[in-house]
């Protein structure tokens, strides 16, 4: 079972930020925080990953609490391009860097 | 680079046949996968390996097998195809900077 939960779907106005929770409670001192993206069909995207530390990349950044128990994604400014479906999924070299992918969150990012 | 290549896109088999789902990666990276999505789910692990000559079972791998003979190629056997394999199926690999999917293999077994 995944490791994660997020919220089932939300919306987002473009042009403005997008922030995604994701609760991890169990997580292991050795396991970092993956965000892929989904979009229609195609093959999970990369978007960002972090261990305690917060994280920032051209696409997003990660907030990551203090206790490791949850995390945020934040997109900065959604466009239409966004609308995905987004997995936060948690996963350790020590565990052949599986990645175990619950239901995610369907964005929708609307005009 | 061309990163993960998946052939064949889509395939149509018949109930009792075979086939050899293709997987290669240009990146040189160790670690390889195979999952599985069906229709509104999400992705499951089929077969990974940490390396050639490496293999081992994920979440879901009855009904499949896998092989690598080297750091590039990690193809997924189907020998007696059933309508429950009807799937996408998305090959990977990955390092430390996180997972690289291919396109996927849309297979409809009827």
């Known amino acids: 079972d995944a490791k994660t939960t997020q919220p089932t779907s939300m919306d987002c106005a473009e042009g403005r930020a997008a922030n995604l929770p994701c609760n991890h409670s169990t997580i292991s001192g050795n396991e970092y925080v993956y965000w892929y993206r989904q979009i229609h069909s195609q093959g999970p995207q990369y978007i960002i990953h972090?261990?305690?530390n917060n994280e920032t990349n051209e696409m997003a950044s990660l907030i990551i609490t203090e206790d490791r128990k949850s995390s945020t994604l934040i997109l900065p400014h959604a466009t239409l391009r966004d609308t995905a479906v987004y997995y936060c999924?948690?996963?350790?070299?020590?565990?052949?860097?599986?990645?175990?992918f619950g239901g995610g969150t369907r964005v929708l990012v609307k005009p | 680079n061309a990163g993960v290549t998946q052939t064949p896109k889509f395939r149509i088999l018949k109930i009792g046949q075979s086939m050899t789902l293709q997987c290669t990666q240009d990146?040189?990276?160790?670690?390889m996968y195979w999952y599985r999505q069906d229709p509104g789910m999400g992705l499951k692990l089929i077969y990974y390996s940490v390396g050639a000559g490496i293999t081992d079972k994920g979440e879901v791998p009855n009904g499949y097998n896998v092989s690598r003979s080297t750091t590039e190629d990690f193809p997924l056997r189907l020998e007696l195809a059933a309508p429950s394999q009807t799937s996408v199926y998305f090959c990977a690999s990955s390092s430390v900077y996180g997972y690289t999917f291919g396109s996927g293999t849309r297979l409809t077994v009827v």
């Open positions: 999924i948690v996963s350790s070299e020590a565990a052949g860097n599986k990645l175990t």
């Open positions: 990146m040189n990276h160790n670690y």
């Open positions: 972090g261990l305690k």
